[in-house]
């Protein structure tokens, strides 16, 4: 064979791999958002496929695992941006309610960090408890501002981050569902 020969089934081969983990990503974004009105198939297509390690997913494990390196990814970053947001608020309730945040959201990357852990060792069941749990913290805080009649400064990020963490428990979900 000469290697022109040999480079055309492995562009083959490659093209292939990619298109699956595309589909990968499609179908369990459509199986998701079917079971889940909190899951919105374009949000889930769009975040799964801005990270190259879904891509590189090759069942719904390793999706399940880029999924929660997003979550925790966004939820970490929110957490930093209600700290940022805090040092610069004037008022004490505002000031209050983004410190809740902050509690709320340490809190929940811990948990997220538990779930991580719990999905490496296919353990979907206890990851399913901690993400659950974790996506109390953007509905919370997000409370909090409405208790106080405030307009929420953290709005987008409740959003995403509950967003992500619905679209990892519809995984583990999923993936739990075929032991039994
Ligand atoms: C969080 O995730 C959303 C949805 O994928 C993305 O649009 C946003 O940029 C992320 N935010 C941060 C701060 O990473």
């Known amino acids: 064979m000469s290697p022109s020969s040999k480079a055309l089934p492995l562009l083959l081969l490659l093209l292939l791999l990619y298109q699956s983990s595309a589909n990968l990503i499609r179908d369990t974004c459509k199986t998701g958002a079917r079971a889940d009105p909190n899951i919105k198939y374009d949000f889930c297509v769009r975040s799964l496929e ?7 997913a090759h069942d719904l494990h390793g999706l399940c695992e880029a999924s929660i390196d997003l979550t925790i990814r966004n939820a970490t970053r929110a957490r930093a941006r209600a700290q940022e947001l805090m040092k610069k608020a004037r008022e004490s309730v505002a000031r209050a309610c ?49 208790e106080e009649s405030l307009r929420s400064p953290l709005s987008r990020e409740n959003s995403d981050v509950f967003g992500l963490s619905a679209i990892t428990l519809a995984i583990t979900n999923r993936l739990l569902s075929w032991f039994f």
């Open 50 to 56: 801005s990270d190259p390690r879904s891509h590189n």
């Open 98 to 146: 983004l410190s809740d945040c902050m509690d709320l959201y340490a809190d929940a990357v811990s948990k997220l960090r538990d779930s991580e852990k719990a999905i490496r060792s296919k353990r979907y069941g206890d990851a399913n408890v901690w993400i659950s749990s974790a996506m109390d913290a953007p509905t919370t805080c997000e409370d909090g501002f409405r």
